[in-house]
C-alpha cells in the first residue's frame, strides 16, 4: 500500500496485542499486494510465476471483489487498468485491508475508533468531526461532516499528479477536481470514490444514488441529497 | 516496501502512547502560549537526523523528526510536548525542486500545521482527501511526538 496510516482509539487502552494483530496483518497485506515488490503473490500472478489457483485464498477473494466491482461501476473501476497487462487491486486492497483492521480492533473492544490511510477513514463510535480537503484551495476544507459509523473516502488529482485513469481512454478524467464518498465500509466508499473520478462528467449522474460530493473543476460542488444529512 | 513498513511500526508506537495519553487532563491553560516559545525556524542547519534537545522547562519537551523526502520535496517536523500534550508544530524544513512544487509547499505547509493544532483541539477530528505532503508531514509529526514522548 506504501501509505501513512494512523490509529486513533479513544475511549480506552485495547490491548497492545491486538494492536500489534492489525499491524501485522496490514504488513502481510502489504506483502502479499504490494506491485512494487518482486515477490509479492500479485507480482508473480502477473509475471506469471504463480497461478491464480495456487494464490492464496484472500488474494482469489480480494480479484473476485474487484470484478464484481467492475461490473457494478460500468467498467469505471477496473484493476486492470493501472497495470498494463497485469492485474492492480490496489485501488480495494486499502480499503479491504483497513476494513478488516477495524473489525479486528472492535472484537478487541475498541469503541470510539479512527483508522485514516491516506486520507481515507473508517469510524466508529463518533461524532467524529471529518475536514474533506479543498482539492484546489489546500488552505481551505471544502466541507466538514459529521460521521457516527462509516467510511469516507476521496479521490482526487492532487499535487502528486493524476493517478487515476479513464480505462477506456486510458487519461486522466477531465472535469472533476474531486469525488468523496461515505458508505458502510472503506473498501466500497474507496472504490466508488474512484469510479465516480475516472467518469469525468458522467460521475455525478452515477453516483446520485449514493452518499458523494463532487467538486467540479468550475468550483461547483454536488452533493447528493443523502450527502447534506452529514454536513456538519 | 520495507519503508511502508516503518512507517507502520512506527505508527504503532505513537498509537499506544495517544491512547493512553487522552486519558490524562489537559494541564496546558493556553496552548498558544507556548508556540511563541520555539526556536526560530528554517535555518540550513535544520536538515539533520531526527533529535531530542534536552528539556529547558520542566514538562516542555521538543524533539525534531529526521528530514523524510517525497518525490517532490524534503520535509522534517519539530514538535512541543507540554505536560505530555501537544502544544507547538514547527515546520523546520521544507524543501522542494520545482517552483510548482514550491508553490504548493508555501499553501500546504502553514494550513497542516494549523490542522495538527486543530485537530489537538478537536474541532475536526481528521481530514479526507490527503495529499503526498501531508502524508509524509503527517509522518514525520509522528515521528517527532513519538521522539519527544520516549525523551
Known amino acids: 500500500m506504501g501509505t501513512a496510516l494512523t490509529v486513533e482509539i479513544r475511549d480506552r487502552v485495547v490491548p497492545r496485542r491486538a494492536l500489534e494483530r492489525a499491524f501485522g496483518w496490514l504488513r502481510w497485506v502489504d506483502r502479499t499486494f504490494s506491485t512494487y515488490d518482486a515477490g509479492s503473490e500479485i507480482s508473480r500472478l502477473n509475471a506469471g510465476d504463480l497461478g491464480l489457483s495456487e494464490a492464496h485464498p484472500l488474494v482469489r477473494r480480494v480479484l473476485a471483489r474487484c470484478e464484481t466491482l467492475r461490473a457494478g461501476t460500468d467498467g469505471y473501476f477496473d484493476a486492470n487498468a493501472p497495470l498494463r497487462g497485469g492485474v492492480d487491486p490496489s485501488g480495494l486492497v486499502k480499503g479491504w485491508a483497513v476494513d478488516v483492521a477495524f473489525a479486528g ?20 463510535g463518533g461524532p467524529w468531526r471529518i475536514g474533506i480537503r479543498n482539492p484546489r484551495r489546500r488552505d481551505q476544507l471544502a466541507a466538514v461532516v459529521v460521521l457516527r459509523n462509516g467510511a469516507v473516502a476521496t479521490s482526487g488529482a492532487y499535487e502528486r499528479g493524476p493517478h487515476v485513469v479513464d480505462p477506456y481512454t486510458g ?27 475516472a467518469m469525468g462528467p458522467r460521475g455525478p449522474v452515477w453516483s446520485a444514488r449514493l452518499t458523494a460530493m463532487t467538486i467540479l473543476a468550475d468550483d461547483q460542488v454536488l452533493l447528493t441529497p443523502t450527502f447534506l444529512r452529514y454536513r456538519a | 516496501m520495507r519503508r511502508a513498513l516503518t512507517i507502520l511500526a512506527l505508527t504503532a508506537a505513537a498509537v499506544v502512547a495517544l491512547a493512553r495519553f487522552d486519558t490524562e487532563p489537559p494541564r496546558v491553560k493556553n496552548p498558544l502560549s507556548a508556540l511563541h516559545a520555539r526556536p526560530a525556524r528554517g535555518t540550513p542547519s535544520a536538515l539533520q537526523p531526527g533529535s531530542r534537545p534536552p528539556p529547558n522547562r520542566p514538562g516542555v519537551r521538543t524533539a525534531t523528526s529526521p528530514p523524510m523526502a517525497t518525490p517532490f520535496s524534503l520535509v522534517q517536523v519539530q514538535v512541543t510536548l507540554t505536560h505530555g500534550r501537544l502544544t507547538g508544530v514547527e515546520t523546520v524544513a521544507l524543501t522542494g525542486d520545482g517552483p510548482h ?26 481530514v479526507s482527501g490527503a495529499t503526498y505532503t501531508s502524508r509524509v508531514w503527517i509522518k514525520s509529526l509522528r515521528e517527532a511526538i513519538d521522539l519527544a514522548r520516549r525523551g
Do not use: K, W, Y
Not at chain 1, 486522466?172 to 469510479?195: N, R
Open chain 1, 105 to 124: 480492533l472492535r472484537r478487541a473492544g475498541a469503541r470510539q475508533l479512527c483508522i485514516e490511510a491516506g486520507g481515507d477513514l473508517r469510524v466508529a
Open chain 1, 171 to 197: 487519461r486522466p478524467p477531465a472535469g472533476t477536481l474531486s469525488v468523496t464518498m461515505i458508505d458502510h465500509t472503506l473498501a466500497q466508499a474507496d472504490a466508488h470514490a474512484t469510479a465516480a473520478f
Open chain 2, 101 to 126: 512544487t514550491q508553490a504548493l509547499n508555501a499553501r500546504a505547509e502553514p494550513i497542516l500545521r494549523r490542522e495538527a493544532l486543530q485537530a489537538h483541539s478537536a474541532r475536526i477530528d481528521v
